[in-house]
């Protein structure tokens, strides 16, 4: 089992910047995938980025070059910055994981399915 809990979510103006951190405990073994996902009512959750066990890092095109993922091995906190919010970009972000070996010399691509997940925290931006 693995837990996740995300804090770091807020209300921000258009173009600001805002840090999320993911606290992860339980079996926090090799092969740990980590990753952010964000939903709005309505709509389809959507992965936003993933960090996997060994540093590979993938981004939705929705973020990418605005978003960055990092991880903190010693605290075990997963880190997500993202710079110059858009309105489009108002959610709630989840903090999700999964088991998942990238096969050796393989490029991490997509995220995969998360089975385990935080209770997600909201980040708002306004115009």
Do not use: F
Request: glycine share 12%; hydrophobic share 30%.
């Amino acid at each position: 089992q693995v837990q996740l809990v995300e804090s770091g979510g807020g209300s921000v103006q258009a173009g600001g910047s805002l840090r999320l951190s993911c606290a992860v405990s339980g079996r926090t073994e090799d092969n740990l995938l980590v990753g952010w996902s964000r939903q709005v009512p309505g709509k389809e959750r959507e992965a936003v980025a993933c960090i996997d066990s060994k540093g590979g890092v993938t981004y939705a095109d929705s973020v990418k070059g605005r978003a960055t993922i990092s991880k903190d091995n010693a605290e075990n906190i997963v880190y997500m910055e993202m710079n110059s919010l858009k309105p489009d970009d108002t959610a709630k972000y989840y903090c999700e994981a999964t088991y998942y070996a990238v096969p050796i010399g393989a490029t991490l691509i997509h995220c995969p399915e998360y089975n385990y997940w935080g209770q997600g925290t909201q980040v708002t931006v306004s115009s």
